[in-house]
């Protein structure tokens, strides 16, 4: 049965008052050259209840593409352990200027399930605000989920391929200018400065506020006006890794667009290749 509908975005006085009516998972994750640990963040201090949700783990192995996502069999299984079940209102936050939770909110929509939103100012706007941590590892008891892989959310190589020179879908790039335009380098060895022709320029931090949360409507839509995105058209976000591309895929449906996917691969994927086309 499916779970009741859940707006995308909560604010903390909404989770504070109904946590006990919903799963939370804490999607904490970190960049290597962040030198922070999200398991240890997550044991010393995360939302009563929350488990730990693991980009790098619940992810396809067989590729060396990071966290890439894995087939609906798998994530079945690796998102029921964590309690979820289909009939499950989830809510999910990170410490990682909400991207981190726009990508386990895009993953859950990606294998079907809709009832899910993100916190709003994450983790930083709980603390901030002297509400309620807990320490240890949540191993919750096990439920049954039953995925379906929706892939109209997920662009791969050949779709942007073609995105890119036909222009029916914007290419939004949700890395900093620098990077979009091959001035400051990569963080992962191996890849080309950079960005795919034809795409849109739209820094993911330049949809949030200073205290982490999203912008107001009209401000979101303002911002993609300027980076020269229709939000009445659709959209195949990407970034480095398919990560901080999710917010912007949630920025769109938060305005009701519903046509955005997100290109998984990445950045890390074009740029690491010698035969597609690279725009400065």
């Known amino acids: 049965m499916p779970a009741p509908p859940l707006p995308d975005l909560i604010t903390t006085e909404w989770l504070a008052a109904k946590l006990s009516g919903v799963v939370v998972l804490d999607a904490t994750w970190f960049v290597p050259t962040e030198r922070r640990v999200a398991a240890a963040e997550y044991t010393t201090a995360h ?81 901030a605000e002297g509400r309620k941590v807990e320490a240890g590892k949540v191993v919750p008891a096990p439920k049954a989920f039953s995925a379906q892989w929706r892939s109209d959310l997920v662009a791969n190589l050949p779709w942007v391929e073609a995105a890119s020179r036909r222009g029916r879908w914007q290419l939004v790039d949700a890395r900093t200018a620098g990077r979009f335009h091959g001035t400051e380098p990569e963080p992962r060895p191996g890849l080309r400065g950079g960005h795919i022709p034809g795409a849109k320029n739209l820094p993911f931090r330049a949809l949030l506020n200073e205290d982490g949360t999203l912008l107001s409507s009209i401000d979101l839509r303002r911002r993609f006006a300027d980076a020269g995105v229709d939000t009445a058209k659709p959209v195949v976000a990407m970034c480095g890794s398919g990560v901080t591309a999710s917010l912007v895929a949630f920025a769109l449906h938060h305005l009701g667009a519903r046509e955005a996917a997100v290109y998984d691969g990445s950045w890390v994927e074009w740029g690491g290749r010698p035969d597609t086309a690279v725009a400065t």
Not at 49 to 69: C, E, Q, R, V
Not at 80 to 90: C, F, H, I, P, T
Not at 91 to 113: E, I, K, P, Q, S
Request: include cysteine; charge should be negative.
């Open 47 to 127: 939302i009563p209840g929350a488990a730990w949700f693991d980009i790098d783990a619940i992810a396809d192995k067989n590729t060396s593409l990071p966290h890439m996502l894995p087939d609906a069999r798998t994530f079945a299984q690796a998102i029921g352990a964590l309690g979820v079940g289909n009939g499950d209102r989830v809510v999910v936050y990170d410490r990682n200027a909400m991207t981190c939770a726009a990508r386990v909110w895009w993953t859950l929509r990606v294998f079907g399930h809709d009832a899910v939103a993100v916190l709003d100012g994450g983790f930083g706007k709980w603390t």
